[in-house]
Protein backbone atom coordinates (compact mmCIF):
# COMPACT_ATOMS: atom_id res chain seq x y z
CA UNK A 1 0.00 0.00 0.00
CA UNK A 2 1.42 3.66 -0.78
CA UNK A 3 1.63 6.17 1.85
CA UNK A 4 1.92 9.78 1.34
CA UNK A 5 5.46 10.78 4.00
CA UNK A 6 7.92 12.57 3.64
CA UNK A 7 8.81 14.70 0.75
CA UNK A 8 8.03 12.44 -2.06
CA UNK A 9 9.96 9.99 -4.00
CA UNK A 10 12.88 11.73 -5.35
CA UNK A 11 12.18 14.47 -8.20
CA UNK A 12 15.35 13.23 -10.19
CA UNK A 13 13.96 9.84 -10.59
CA UNK A 14 10.73 10.69 -11.72
CA UNK A 15 12.04 12.84 -14.28
CA UNK A 16 14.55 10.27 -15.51
CA UNK A 17 11.75 7.94 -15.86
CA UNK A 18 9.45 10.42 -17.53
CA UNK A 19 11.85 11.55 -19.84
CA UNK A 20 12.10 8.04 -21.06
CA UNK A 21 8.98 8.65 -22.61
CA UNK A 22 10.02 11.59 -24.98
CA UNK A 23 8.94 11.04 -28.64
CA UNK A 24 6.01 8.33 -27.58
CA UNK A 25 3.59 9.05 -29.83
CA UNK A 26 0.05 10.55 -28.68
CA UNK A 27 -2.67 7.83 -28.23
CA UNK A 28 -5.91 8.57 -26.32
CA UNK A 29 -6.12 6.23 -23.67
CA UNK A 30 -2.57 5.34 -24.06
CA UNK A 31 -0.25 4.87 -21.15
CA UNK A 32 2.59 2.83 -22.68
CA UNK A 33 6.07 3.98 -23.11
CA UNK A 34 7.37 4.03 -27.28
CA UNK A 35 3.67 3.01 -28.24
CA UNK A 36 1.70 5.47 -27.10
CA UNK A 37 -0.01 7.41 -24.44
CA UNK A 38 -2.26 10.81 -23.49
CA UNK A 39 -1.25 13.28 -21.06
CA UNK A 40 -2.86 11.24 -18.09
CA UNK A 41 -1.02 7.97 -19.69
CA UNK A 42 1.79 9.41 -19.33
CA UNK A 43 1.40 9.94 -15.86
CA UNK A 44 0.00 6.47 -15.28
CA UNK A 45 3.15 4.83 -17.54
CA UNK A 46 5.79 6.63 -15.16
CA UNK A 47 3.84 5.68 -11.60
CA UNK A 48 3.91 2.15 -12.85
CA UNK A 49 7.72 1.89 -13.58
CA UNK A 50 7.96 3.95 -9.79
CA UNK A 51 5.47 1.63 -8.32
CA UNK A 52 5.07 -1.16 -10.28
CA UNK A 53 1.06 -0.92 -10.13
CA UNK A 54 -1.53 1.66 -10.44
CA UNK A 55 -3.27 2.84 -7.29
CA UNK A 56 -6.51 2.77 -10.20
CA UNK A 57 -7.15 2.22 -14.01
CA UNK A 58 -9.67 5.25 -15.21
CA UNK A 59 -12.38 3.46 -16.82
CA UNK A 60 -12.57 4.90 -20.51
CA UNK A 61 -12.69 8.41 -21.61
CA UNK A 62 -14.04 10.80 -24.29
CA UNK A 63 -11.71 13.63 -25.23
CA UNK A 64 -14.15 15.63 -24.00
CA UNK A 65 -14.84 14.17 -20.70
CA UNK A 66 -13.75 17.19 -19.08
CA UNK A 67 -16.28 19.44 -20.30
CA UNK A 68 -19.13 16.82 -20.39
CA UNK A 69 -18.48 15.76 -16.82
CA UNK A 70 -17.90 19.20 -15.09
CA UNK A 71 -16.09 17.71 -12.38
CA UNK A 72 -12.63 17.83 -11.15
CA UNK A 73 -12.04 14.18 -11.73
CA UNK A 74 -7.93 15.15 -12.65
CA UNK A 75 -7.45 17.21 -9.67
CA UNK A 76 -9.19 14.72 -7.51
CA UNK A 77 -7.21 12.03 -8.15
CA UNK A 78 -3.73 13.38 -8.10
CA UNK A 79 -5.15 14.27 -4.43
CA UNK A 80 -5.97 10.78 -3.78
CA UNK A 81 -2.89 9.29 -5.02
CA UNK A 82 -0.17 12.19 -3.91
CA UNK A 83 -1.75 14.23 -1.09
CA UNK A 84 -2.75 17.62 -0.90
CA UNK A 85 -2.09 20.03 -3.76
CA UNK A 86 1.23 22.06 -2.96
CA UNK A 87 1.91 25.71 -3.22
CA UNK A 88 3.02 27.02 -6.73
CA UNK A 89 6.07 28.32 -4.97
CA UNK A 90 7.06 24.54 -3.40
CA UNK A 91 7.15 23.21 -7.28
CA UNK A 92 10.17 21.06 -7.87
CA UNK A 93 11.54 18.87 -10.70
CA UNK A 94 9.15 15.77 -10.45
CA UNK A 95 6.20 17.12 -9.20
CA UNK A 96 3.50 16.18 -10.80
CA UNK A 97 1.51 19.48 -12.06
CA UNK A 98 -2.38 19.42 -13.10
CA UNK A 99 -3.85 22.24 -15.80
CA UNK A 100 -7.25 24.11 -16.18
CA UNK A 101 -7.11 25.52 -19.65
CA UNK A 102 -9.88 27.82 -18.69
CA UNK A 103 -11.55 29.37 -15.59
CA UNK A 104 -14.48 27.70 -14.45
CA UNK A 105 -13.59 24.30 -16.42
CA UNK A 106 -12.14 21.27 -15.34
CA UNK A 107 -8.51 21.08 -15.33
CA UNK A 108 -8.46 18.22 -18.04
CA UNK A 109 -4.24 18.26 -18.61
CA UNK A 110 -1.28 17.11 -16.72
CA UNK A 111 2.53 16.82 -16.74
CA UNK A 112 5.92 16.39 -14.95
CA UNK A 113 8.24 19.25 -13.66
CA UNK A 114 11.75 19.51 -14.61
CA UNK A 115 14.78 21.63 -14.04
CA UNK A 116 15.23 24.22 -15.90
CA UNK A 117 11.75 25.97 -15.78
CA UNK A 118 10.40 22.86 -17.94
CA UNK A 119 7.64 19.90 -18.17
CA UNK A 120 7.20 16.68 -19.81
CA UNK A 121 3.66 16.40 -21.24
CA UNK A 122 1.82 14.22 -23.89
CA UNK A 123 0.75 16.93 -26.75
CA UNK A 124 -2.49 15.91 -28.45
CA UNK A 125 -1.36 15.39 -32.42
CA UNK A 126 2.32 14.98 -31.59
CA UNK A 127 3.92 12.97 -29.16
CA UNK A 128 5.75 13.21 -25.03
CA UNK A 129 7.70 16.20 -24.84
CA UNK A 130 9.23 18.33 -22.83
CA UNK A 131 8.18 22.08 -22.93
CA UNK A 132 9.19 25.23 -21.49
CA UNK A 133 6.92 26.40 -18.25
CA UNK A 134 6.27 29.76 -19.58
CA UNK A 135 3.80 32.34 -18.08
CA UNK A 136 1.00 31.03 -20.63
CA UNK A 137 1.83 27.21 -19.19
CA UNK A 138 2.37 28.28 -15.28
CA UNK A 139 -0.87 30.35 -15.21
CA UNK A 140 -3.20 27.47 -15.93
CA UNK A 141 -1.12 25.12 -13.26
CA UNK A 142 -4.34 23.87 -11.39
CA UNK A 143 -2.84 21.93 -8.69
CA UNK A 144 1.04 20.93 -7.59
CA UNK A 145 1.53 16.93 -6.61
CA UNK A 146 4.47 15.32 -5.08
CA UNK A 147 4.72 11.67 -5.67
CA UNK A 148 4.52 9.39 -2.51
CA UNK A 149 7.27 7.67 -1.10
CA UNK A 150 7.19 4.15 -0.79
CA UNK A 151 6.16 2.82 2.74
Request: charged letters at 25%.
Amino acid sequence: MLEVVGTGICGERVVAVARGFIGTPYRHQGSLKGVGCDCLGLIRGVWRELYGVEPEVPAPYAPDWAERAGEERLLEAAGRHCGAALPLAALRPGDLLVFRWQDEAAAKHAGIATPEGRFIHAYEQAAVIESPLVPSWRRRIAGVFRFPELS
